[in-house]
């Protein structure tokens, strides 16, 4: 069996790549690491470093035993936290959902923390890619995703779904695609995909989102109908967003033709333990949004 203090001085050192910032965040000596890093390949019978002097690089088995002892010390960590604090109201969770979901769903979180004061949530807002990174690393608890994780160490369950729709300030009541031509589009980070899912079905004009003169851009969830609600532009984003916007009488949500929603899946690592007030914030979830 790998010494756990060994494969964490190597780890670290792995990460880091230099000797002294590598004792220095370990409390230790030079020395102290390089006598670890030796005992380990004499345990496993293999080198793992190549040496150069003071610099040093990774062979192939030290790589693999970096990337897999990364696992296995978060692992124990996880272990450790199950072991000495599991209540389901207590502790700290971090997850992360694209802003729409966001906009709806934090508020209500909060009121959870609100009732359970021990219950401590971290929540960003980022784009679909990022949180499957961020569960992929084990950096996040949960995750909640519009496009199902094509990634095998993430297991995903639906459990809502989030219509898209066409956006225009309020003086518009009627759409037609001379008039989007006319208006110009606000882009964000996911226009192009909403822009695509929602338009091609309901104008057979479009092609791309790029038809359209775009007059503004933003990557802030709750400012994208700022420009809109302004006659500025047009945009597509999902229920979630448009519905929290803060003025809606200056904006108008027109119903299409033909409906179209995404789903959103509730993601998590699928090696990472699951801790009670990680079951507890999954239901809490799921009950709000299904």
């Known amino acids: 069996m790998i010494n756990h203090l060994w494969l964490k001085t190597f780890c670290t050192l792995a990460e880091i790549g230099h000797f002294t910032k590598t004792a220095d965040k370990l409390f230790m000596t030079q020395s102290g690491v390089s006598q670890h890093i030796k005992k380990l390949e004499q345990q496993l019978g293999i080198t793992l470093l190549i040496r150069d002097g003071k610099s040093f690089t990774l062979n192939d088995a030290g790589n693999k035993l970096f990337i897999k002892g990364q696992e296995l010390l978060k692992s124990s960590q996880e272990l450790e936290r199950l072991i000495t604090q599991d209540e389901p109201h207590e502790g700290s969770i971090i997850m992360a959902s694209p802003g729409s979901v966001g906009l709806q769903l934090y508020p209500h979180l909060l009121n959870i923390q609100i009732k359970y004061p021990k219950l401590v949530i971290n929540y960003d807002f980022a784009p679909n890619r990022s ?3 961020r569960l992929a690393n084990r950096e996040i ?3 909640i995703i519009s496009q199902l994780s094509g990634l095998g160490s993430i297991v995903c369950e639906k459990i809502a779904i989030e219509p898209l729709v066409l956006v225009t300030s309020q003086k518009f009541h009627s759409i037609d695609w001379q008039t989007l031509l006319s208006l110009g589009f606000i882009s964000h980070p996911d226009a192009n995909h909403h822009g695509q899912l929602l338009l091609s079905k309901n104008f057979p004009e479009f092609e791309h989102v790029n038809q359209f003169i775009q007059r503004g851009y ?5 400012l994208i109908l700022e420009p809109v609600s302004k006659g500025l532009g047009f945009t597509v984003l999902p229920l979630f967003a ?9 904006i108008n949500i027109h119903p299409l033709i033909n409906s179209v929603s995404e789903s959103l899946y509730l993601c998590v690592n699928k090696h990472a333990i699951p801790t009670n007030r990680v079951k507890f914030m999954k239901n809490v979830i799921k009950d709000f949004l299904c």
């Open 141 to 143: 608890d949960l995750g």
């Open 218 to 222: 933003s990557n802030q969830i709750s």
């Open 242 to 250: 448009a519905k929290a916007f803060h003025q809606q009488n200056l």
């Open 131 to 133: 949180i499957e990174q």
